[in-house]
């Protein structure tokens, strides 16, 4: 299968399953349960279930292991934008092309649907009645870990913090390892321990990971400063517009590609001992870069 | 050893076991951390903590484990607390007699002090490396069920939609069951499954939950209606001013008092079959009744 079929099979899985673990529309609270599926359905590029997919084929895992895995992670994600949207934080309208969630409904039905989006997360992972519980209860760990007020909530806490100021590249490097690096690190490690990957591997997707963060996140910046809204989705300019320091403003355009490609050299060079199994894992890599080129 | 002296005593090794499972207020973000606990050390009654641990006892469950699920508990319990007096939804100043978080702080960061206390109850949970990691994943797929959109968080979003509504007795239980006494019910199982006990006995518990968990609501619109806004610690009359149904609206104090009467009397003899070693329910029974009367 060539990488863009691969790609389409994974993101239509993951909606496939997505509708099936998140409540049906019509369950009591109806209008909450259609909010987290306006909120988490029918959008995103699923970059996170991506990884986790390509992780997991290095080691042979269950596809419908890494599909619960895939959605735990994407449904944290989802609820860190619903809230990252809201007033008190980006204030944002437009999220995948759509209003975000407090616009179409209300705010106070937003705050809710991050927070029950986060818990669905975590019941999808414990609920998955495979083998192995001490690996499941790790899982549950790992993507706690990387949640929470020492991973992505602490990153959304550094950026508040950040705000207006003139952050050092080390500071802004921090500020990504926890607020985009720690999930997409999740990400790649929920995939592998789905194919019950041992800890060598692990050690080599750690460090895959962490440059595979990075360099997203610096893409992300690059095209935060070039893209036109329409072509995103969301709204284009805005982390420069609010003051937020990103690589471009630190760095100018061209260095921030330099390092761009710095990094994916680096990502690739660190699934070397993988060989031809992490082929989608390089794909991806590729494919997170050129978005940008 | 007296009600009043264990009550203490599980109060006491609550907010210890509460200070040393939060991150510190030196780590970073250290901002974030340090409203962590703010929200969550120093203050409140801590009934589930006390639940669970009664209902642990039961069972001659070991106190440490008790604890991480204690903590558990009362960390969703907190984050919900702070998520609700945010201004979109009760816009509430006054918490545990202090002012609330995002009064203390600001509100992006009481958004994330919600969001990363959820995570870190999860954490709490899976990283208990204590045997049986099987049952440690059912404790997690039951917290998450009872925090989620069809346990409490359900209960907010259907009581949201209910302000200024008129419901019938059953809708407000409706209500109540998602709202309170989901986390209730899973405060008392979470002690059960620490002590191992089995489907009988957790179905008895499960009865004995369900009555508390409501005594509990009523007795908290008893005292809404009735006490002070010094003696609560929080805003009194609070409910009933925001045209929110309450049992004392719907029944009138009387009859609301005989409501409890009778939770209480069904919850006592939910408990027959255990004997002297449910003393402690007993006990947290009458306690929560006797709040009011």
């Known amino acids: 299968m060539d990488f863009p079929s691969w790609m389409s099979a994974v993101q239509q899985r993951t ?15 109806a209008r909450l349960h259609e909010s987290m599926r ?3 359905l029918g959008g995103g ?13 290095v080691f042979a895992a269950p596809a419908d292991h890494l599909d619960r895995a895939a959605c735990a992670v994407e449904m944290i994600h989802v609820y860190s934008l619903v809230h ?3 007033p008190c934080m980006d204030d944002d309208v437009l999220r995948r092309g759509k209003p975000t969630c407090h616009v179409e409904y209300d705010e106070a039905t937003a705050l809710l ?7 669905q997360a975590f019941q999808v992972l414990a609920e998955d009645g495979a083998d192995d519980p001490a690996r499941r209860l790790a899982m549950v760990a790992l993507l706690a870990h990387a949640a929470g007020s020492r991973g992505m909530a602490g990153g959304q806490a550094i950026d508040l913090a950040s705000v207006g100021k003139t952050l050092a590249l080390e500071e802004l490097e921090l500020m990504h390892i926890h607020k985009t690096g720690a999930l997409i690190r999740a990400a790649v490690l929920l995939g592998a321990h789905c194919g019950k990957a041992d800890q060598a591997a692990i050690d080599s997707l750690t460090h895959f990971a962490n440059r595979a963060g990075l360099l997203f996140q610096v893409v992300d910046d690059i095209l935060d400063a070039e893209a036109s809204t329409a072509t995103l989705g969301k709204t284009a300019g805005k982390d420069a517009a609010q003051g937020k320091p990103t690589y471009v403003n630190l760095l100018g355009v061209s260095r921030a590609r330099a390092m ?7 990502a690739h060079a660190s ?23």
Chains 1, 2 share one sequence.
């Open 15 to 29: 909606e496939t399953a997505l509708e099936k673990l998140l409540p049906a529309s019509t369950t009591i609270p």
């Open 45 to 57: 590029k699923r970059v996170r279930p991506l990884l986790c997919h390509a992780a997991g084929e």
């Open 38 to 40: 306006y909120a988490a």
């Open 271 to 293: 699934l070397a001992g993988f060989g031809d199994r992490a082929k989608r894992l390089h794909e991806l890599t590729d494919f997170i870069v050129e978005r940008s080129f």
């Open 84 to 86: 990252d949207d809201l």
């Open 113 to 119: 649907v991050g927070d029950a989006l986060q818990t």
């Open 260 to 266: 761009a490609a710095e990094l994916r050299d680096e």
